[in-house]
């Protein structure tokens, strides 16, 4: 009888133990703040070479190349410039350290008269390229979330 109430306390003893470890587990995953975007991509120096990829794209992509607007803007602005700004905004926007200082993306592309087909031949772009660096589907959703709520600062509606 004394065994059997000895086990009987051991096991209940046990399984409270259980419970309160396994509590202290799901509290102490609570705790971990979840990894930023910014983190999960790798960081600023993965981000830039992912930018600088896409921007040397962008720069000879046809359709894009076709507007005039977007042309003459191409030959005033420094490729250097512009995959700094992207990549500092990219940075910010995943919530990196960086701080964006360029314009807002109104203001930016205003002048550029940029269209669906344009937008899309853009994304189009992005897309290749996050395919080709590996990034993962999850963070890419993510980062077409964001490109794509500039969207309405950037596409000319006719």
């Known amino acids: 009888m004394l065994k059997t109430r000895s086990f009987l306390r051991t096991v209940i003893l046990a ?22 975007l910014y983190d999960r991509l790798g960081g600023v120096y993965p981000i830039s070479v992912v930018v600088d990829t896409f921007i040397d794209l962008l720069l000879v992509n046809d359709v894009l190349n076709a507007n005039p607007a977007i042309k003459a803007a191409r030959e005033r602005v420094p490729a250097a410039g512009l995959k700094y700004h992207v990549t500092a905004l990219v940075c910010q926007q995943t919530g990196g350290p960086c701080k964006y200082t360029g314009r ?55």
């Open 15 to 36: 399984g409270i133990l259980a419970v309160l470890l396994a509590a202290g587990a799901v509290q102490a995953a609570e705790a971990q703040p979840a990894k930023s």
């Open 104 to 158: 807002g993306m109104k203001e930016s592309h205003a002048h550029l008269n940029i269209s669906e087909k344009e937008w899309q031949a853009m994304l189009a772009d992005f897309r290749r390229v996050m395919n080709n660096y590996g990034v993962p589907a999850k963070e890419q959703e993510e980062l077409v979330a964001i490109v794509e709520s500039t969207k309405k600062d950037i596409v000319v509606r006719k």
